[in-house]
Structures are given as structure tokens and as C-alpha cells.
């Protein structure tokens, strides 16, 4: 069974904070920045990886209290110095002071030289105490860096009791999943952790993980398109093929006969599978109007035999309010299909931000949008 985090930061003395060198070996860091209750992947050692790619220089740094903390780099142009960013860190692993492993990552790397950093691990909004620690220590508010700053998550059984679940998921919902199985929807796994059998209700890959995702990455297009978004879609491929590799991404593809209807990516990481995307055919909706329902019954399937207490079915909220989406707004009808299984809605602290030298900060803004613009960068 894996134990559910706990976010609250600590009350004791701040942990103290000591960079690691990568090329002498990085041991256990997947297992307790990912895989350990809390985790998130992108602490992982393949983010660090995909995004040095991108021009940033991955720092790891381990706290005295057993914590590992990720930080991204990015130099500025012409200029000493930079601006880092902990993705999705410091941790909440069970019992640890977040705020205390922030401000010591935080003074480590402004002795290093860098001159803003940003931080949005996990927390709830709920936690005044992390919020007036961050606050004192100079951070503020900004607006986020991932899509949302809230989330859905459906709490799941210790004891894997699927009739449990199934009785909290609304009745219409329950009969497109039923629909979508007597339809002969299968859902296809791809899954590096997979040892065997692909489990009840699921089917054997018989085509590589690339393929797959190549054409979930033109459902997502298509989604958003409908829905005003564009992403990269060279660097997302890039990076699910990577976390795919590393264990961390399950790929779940809705299909009839040979005919691809959806999909869904998955995090697996700390105590629960994290949606990561979801996208299907607008064209199909009318025959197969199940198949992404039967998509998130089978993950929470499989969240459930893993052991896992959270599926989190990912963040609705609008951009700039940072709320739940009303009626007649775009994300309202995905807001209501996740709410449709039971989910809640969890308010996040939000993403803070430490200006230490503002200055070089503003300058480093400047040669960064010249290079860009120039098309050095």
C-alpha cells in the first residue's frame, strides 16, 4: 500500500541544502523525488534531461532531511547570472517541511549567482502557515507556469474496492462507460512497467509507443484547435517518448475495430496517476460518445491495482481567475465530465517567485527578448 503525502510544512529547523554532483552518480533520486508519496515527475532525472535540451542547466540538490530538489537554470544572454524554476518542487513528502527545503534550495542558488527563482510545489491554498514563510522570506504570487493552478482528484480506496468507486460515478457517466464496452471499445496499454499481460480490460501494444503518440499529438492539435490552445509539437513528443522510457507515463489508447477514437497520458508517480492529457475525435463522438469515459474508468482501474489512493484527473480552471469554469465558458463541459466521477476540486497554493537581484533581473529580460528576437535563441 502507498501512504498518501502530507504537504504541511514543518515548524523545525530549516534543512540544509548541498548540491550534487551528477557525473558522480544521482543513486536513489527517481525513487524519492518521483516515485516516493508526494513526487511529482517533473522532479525527475528524464525532465531534467529533456530540458537541458532546452538550453537549461539541471541542478539537484539534497536536503539533510532525506528531500531531493530539482532546479532548472536558465543563463541570462551577456550576462552573469540567471533565473531557475523548481518544477513542481520542493516534494510534500510525508512529514517534510516544504517551505524550509524552498528557502534553502532558494539560498543556495542565489549564492550561486541566480537572480530570480520560481517555485509551485503541491500545497494546498489552505496552508497559511507556507504561505507567511514564503512571504517573509521575500516571495510573492505570480501567475502560473503550467496550464492550471488548481486540480480534480478523485480519492481512491486503500483496500482497491472498484464497486466502492463505481458507486460515486454519476449514473450517465456510468452508462456510456457500460456503452463504450458492449460497443467492443478496447483500450490498448502502453506501459514500460508492464511485466506481462496487459491486465482486465486492457489489450497488448502491437504497434511501437512513437506510433501512438504521433497520433494522439494530432488529437491533441485537433482539441486544440477547438479550444484556442497551441503546444509544441515537437518538444511534448520528444518528452513523452522520455517519460515513457523512464517508467513514468502510461499511454491508453481508446480504439474500435482498428479505428483510433482517443487517448490518454498518464503520470505515475508519489501515490496516484496524474492525467497528463486526454484528447479524442470530435468526428466519432456521436457513434462511440463513451469512449473517454471508458478511457478514465480503466485508469482509475488501474490506479487502483497498483495501490494508488489519488487518479488526479488534472485542472479545468480559467486562465487569469484561477476559479472553476461556469456555464458557457469552454472548460465547463470538461469541468462536469470530471466531476462526473466524483472528483473534487482542490485549491493549490500557486506558483511564488523570489526577485534577488532586480537589477540583473531586469536586464537578463532584455538581452533574453533582443536574443529571441534576433533569433540567437
Known sequence: ?????????????RPIARSLDPTAGLGDWDSVAVD??????????????????RGWRPRYWALDDGGRVLALVRP????????????????????????????????????????????????????EAYRDRLTSAGFHPIEELQPSRHRLALALPGDGDEA????????????????AERAGLRIVRHDRRLLDAPGDGFVA?????????????????????RRGF??????FLAWWAAAHAAGHLIVLEARHNDEPLAGLLLYRHGERLS?????????????HPGALHLLRWRAVQLALREGRTELDLGGVDVPGARRP??????????????????????????????????????????????????GRR
Request: a positive charge.
Open 1 to 13: 500500500m502507498i501512504a498518501p503525502a502530507v504537504g504541511g510544512p514543518g515548524t523545525g529547523a
Open 36 to 53: 516516493a508519496p508526494g513526487g511529482h515527475v517533473f522532479q525527475s532525472r528524464a525532465w531534467a534531461t529533456h530540458r537541458a535540451r
Open 76 to 127: 541570462w544572454v551577456g550576462l552573469p547570472g540567471g533565473g531557475a524554476y523548481l518544477p513542481r518542487g520542493p516534494v510534500p513528502s510525508p512529514a517534510a517541511d516544504v517551505a524550509g527545503r524552498l528557502l534553502a534550495v532558494a539560498d543556495g542558488l542565489a549564492s550561486e549567482g541566480v537572480d530570480v527563482l520560481t517555485a509551485d510545489p503541491e500545497i494546498p491554498a489552505s496552508d
Open 164 to 179: 466502492q468507486v463505481w458507486s460515486g460515478i454519476g449514473r450517465s457517466t456510468r452508462q456510456r462507460i457500460r456503452g
Open 205 to 225: 501494444a502491437t504497434e511501437g509507443v512513437d506510433v501512438t503518440l504521433g497520433r494522439f499529438a494530432a488529437m491533441l492539435e485537433a482539441t486544440g484547435d
Open 230 to 235: 497551441r503546444f509544441d509539437r515537437a518538444g
Open 275 to 287: 492525467t497528463a492529457h486526454s484528447a479524442d475525435r470530435a468526428d466519432t463522438r456521436r457513434e
Open 325 to 374: 469554469p461556469v456555464e458557457g465558458e469552454p472548460m465547463w463541459g470538461l469541468y462536469q465530465h470530471k466531476l462526473s466521477f466524483g472528483a473534487r476540486w482542490i485549491e493549490q497554493a500557486g506558483a511564488q517567485e523570489r526577485i534577488v537581484r532586480g537589477w540583473r533581473y531586469g536586464l537578463g529580460r532584455v538581452t533574453g527578448r533582443l536574443a529571441a528576437t534576433a
